[in-house]
């Protein structure tokens, strides 16, 4: 792992890049519907699944595909698959504003809040069909923090057990659904000043009873673990690292149990107790 994959530039190419990525999860999964795809780069967090011959090697805006749907609003954030269902988050605006630029933009982010009442949005599909079953609104209103033109509101790709999904929107709160959509709890998270405005994009990762998340920023970093039933606080820890944007990695080794993390020189890991 080195150190220049997580820094802002790179950032920027990858997110860029992520639309594409989800068409091919999609379809993966639409074959393999017998697997599940709980969180951020699947179940090992290795972003592959296994070979299957009735994997297409072409596809384009129409052959190959099982369906296709419109998706309202922004989002950077991956879908995930569990069983029948397929997951995704979005954030909308009632007004128009400054779209993502295509190519590499080093440029600070806006100093100014974007216009409009957003809406942070999760939405659950048919695996089959790719018929919406249901949507939830986490929040509706006036941003209170901006966003920078090169991100979204949604970067966060949820996560899921199989009993509840764990909703991230960065600098917004953690919110817990049962897979038919109702609320069970919510974490608010107090926004922080992030490098050049860049933002969040750390997603959630749930093992057995607790869901992990990351919050690295310029003002007040820490990781912090919550009860995946009640949402109360495990246990949480400073980080004295700046903004980063890479997913906390589970490294289940013959010692122990870790929480292995980014940071702008060095990599850490906590222990998950």
Same mark, same amino acid.
């Given at each position: 792992l080195k150190s220049d994959l997580i820094q802002p530039n790179s950032i920027s190419m990858i997110r860029s890049i992520l639309p594409l990525a989800v068409l091919c999860i999609l379809f993966a999964q639409s074959t393999q519907s017998a697997d599940n795809w709980p969180r951020f780069r699947g179940s090992t967090a290795m972003g592959v699944v296994d070979n299957d011959q009735r994997l297409p090697s072409t596809w384009s805006?129409?052959?190959?595909?099982?369906?296709?749907?419109?998706?309202?609003?922004?989002?950077?954030?991956?879908?995930?698959?569990?069983?029948?269902?397929?997951?995704?988050?979005?954030?909308?605006?009632?007004?128009?504003?400054?779209?993502?630029?295509?190519? #590499?933009? #080093?440029?600070?982010?806006?100093?100014? #809040?974007p216009e409009g009442i957003h809406e942070w949005i999760?939405?659950?599909?048919?695996?089959?069909?790719g018929k919406q079953i249901w949507q939830k609104s986490a929040h509706q209103g006036q941003p209170s923090f901006p966003r920078h033109p090169k991100s979204t509101y949604a970067s966060e790709t949820p996560t899921t057990d199989g009993e509840r999904l764990y909703v991230l929107f960065g600098d917004l709160g953690l919110y817990c659904y049962d897979l038919d959509g109702n609320d069970l709890w919510n974490v608010p998270i107090k926004a922080r000043k992030s490098f050049y405005g860049y933002g969040t994009a750390a997603?959630?990762?749930?093992?057995?009873?607790?869901?992990?998340?990351?919050?690295? *920023?310029?003002?007040?970093?820490?990781i912090a673990a919550y009860d995946t039933k009640t949402g109360q606080e495990r246990?949480?820890?400073?980080? @004295?690292?700046?903004?980063?944007?890479?997913?906390?990695? #589970?490294?289940?080794?013959?010692?122990?149990?870790?929480?292995?993390?980014?940071?702008? *020189?060095?990599?850490?890991?906590? @222990?998950?107790?």
């Open positions: 805006q129409t052959e190959n595909v099982a369906w296709k749907v419109d998706v309202p609003g922004w989002a950077w954030s991956n879908p995930i698959v569990w069983g029948d269902k397929v997951f995704l988050t979005t954030v909308t605006s009632s007004k128009d504003n400054e779209a993502p630029k295509a190519g #590499l933009y #080093l440029g600070r982010g806006r100093e100014e #809040l999760t939405i659950c599909l048919d695996l089959k069909t997603s959630p990762i749930v093992h057995e009873d607790q869901v992990i998340m990351i919050y690295d *920023n310029m003002e007040d970093s820490y246990w949480k820890t400073a980080r @004295d690292e700046k903004s980063t944007w890479a997913t906390p990695f #589970l490294w289940e080794n013959r010692f122990r149990n870790e929480i292995v993390t980014p940071g702008k *020189n060095k990599i850490r890991s906590y @222990d998950l107790k």
